[in-house]
């Protein structure tokens, strides 16, 4: 007996930027009867898997996405598990425990490019073996700078399939996903002044969501994607604003004079983590998202803590931490812990609410990498010649 799975086109890497179609494909596999699968409790440990039967790309594309959420691709003799297939024609693979004949997965994928079902074989295991969602369809944005003038890029979460999504020859930065992975907002001196835009990638459209005198930057948009939070200056000096999505509506929500910036909601849309200098020294605050007082995070262990990213499952808030020179942080939200993880700037969370894209410096420029936060393996995404950050992960 067999099941015939096909997977919906939500889940696929499949998008539209000024009506060129990259990527997407439907991908169907087969099942042997479901059995019983023991999922890795402990999140920190690395699981040793082996991948034979695979060659070229596909064996490449299966390793980076099982090493980006704590796989380590080792010998038959020193693995836990064993993933044995082809990718003649088509990308196979059968899951078993080694030294068993215990088969936890078995399928098929069609369609689509060899990667596309690499990457799709990839999150099945993940499935299978760590309490998260695959990662490996997803897709990010980033900032790339090249002399004095940047532009925003798409990706898949690897750094493959890069394109740009503005060509305004000029300073842009900032991007952020609304939720459906459709619409980028981000801010742009296209105009000689830095104001917010929205861009639907499926048409290429872009509207000005916020240009007013001064500073008009940091635009993430809530959960629900309804409400947009933002750094305005028009009033004085950089507070945090909240309006309506299309930028009408706003509200002020801080007036402390001194420097706001670096919002980002709760999965829950309740609450607004940023950075303020109200005490001197930059430090994490939140605030309700309807308006009212606002509450310092205790970052105990760290100063000049910015660049706060929530996690999907509302238990941690990623940061950057400068104590004279930057390192990428996490704070657990329901002990108050925090943990110092590795060098680096700028971190976004991952849908699995345990990987971070985050940007460091190698060899004279800013490269993006993957941290893997339970075991703190690191994976370099592929680069583009630019200098790269201000990396986002699409939820």
């Not at 991948?51 to 596909?58: A, K």
């Not at 760590?130 to 750094?159: H, P, V, W």
């Not at 950089?238 to 706003?250: C, Q, S």
Request: aromatic share 6%.
């Amino acid at each position: 007996m067999s099941i015939v799975i096909t997977l919906s086109r939500k889940c696929l890497p499949a998008f539209l930027l000024a009506g060129v179609l990259l990527g997407g494909a439907r991908v169907s596999g087969q099942v042997d009867p479901p059995m019983r699968i023991e999922r890795v409790a402990d999140p920190s440990e690395i699981i040793p898997i082996n991948l034979s039967g695979y060659s070229g790309e596909v064996l490449s594309t299966l390793k980076f996405d099982l090493e980006a959420v704590g796989f380590q691709v080792k010998s038959a003799e020193a693995s836990k598990y064993q993933v044995t297939g082809s990718n003649d024609g088509q990308v196979e693979g059968r899951l078993t425990v080694s030294g068993t004949r215990a088969q936890l997965l078995a399928k098929a994928y069609q369609g689509g490019s060899m990667r596309t079902q690499a990457h799709a074989l990839a999150d099945d295991i993940i499935a299978a073996l760590r309490n998260c969602k695959g990662i490996a369809q997803t897709r990010i944005a980033f900032k790339g700078l090249t002399g004095d003038t940047s532009e925003i890029y798409i990706a898949d979460y690897d750094g493959n399939k890069p394109v740009a999504v503005t060509s305004d020859h000029t300073l842009v930065a900032a991007p952020a996903w609304a939720p459906g992975g459709r619409m980028l907002y981000y801010t742009s001196y296209k105009l000689g002044n830095p104001d917010i835009y929205s861009h639907d990638l499926s048409s290429g459209a872009r509207k000005i969501v916020a240009r007013y005198t001064g500073l008009n930057t940091s635009a993430t948009i809530s959960p629900d994607g309804q409400h947009i939070a933002l750094i305005l200056s028009k009033a004085g000096s950089p507070d945090l604003y909240v309006g309506n999505v299309d930028g009408t509506n706003l509200k002020q929500m801080t007036t402390t004079k001194e420097d706001e910036s670096s919002p980002c909601w709760s999965p829950d849309g309740k609450t607004i983590c940023f950075t303020s200098r109200v005490n001197g020294r930059p430090q994490l605050f939140t605030i309700p998202a309807g308006g009212g007082a606002m509450k310092r995070l205790p970052t105990s262990g760290v100063l000049n803590t910015t660049e706060s990213d929530w996690s999907p499952d509302g238990q941690f808030i990623a940061f950057t931490s400068n104590m004279g020179s930057f390192q990428i942080c996490v704070l657990e939200l329901k002990t108050g812990t925090v943990r110092v993880l590795t060098a680096g700037e700028d971190p976004s969370w991952g849908p699995n609410s345990r990987t971070l894209i985050y940007n460091r410096r190698v060899g004279g420029k800013n490269i993006v990498s993957l941290l893997d936060v339970p075991t703190k393996q690191v994976k370099d995404i592929a680069q583009i010649s630019a200098s790269c950050s201000q990396a986002c992960w699409a939820r």
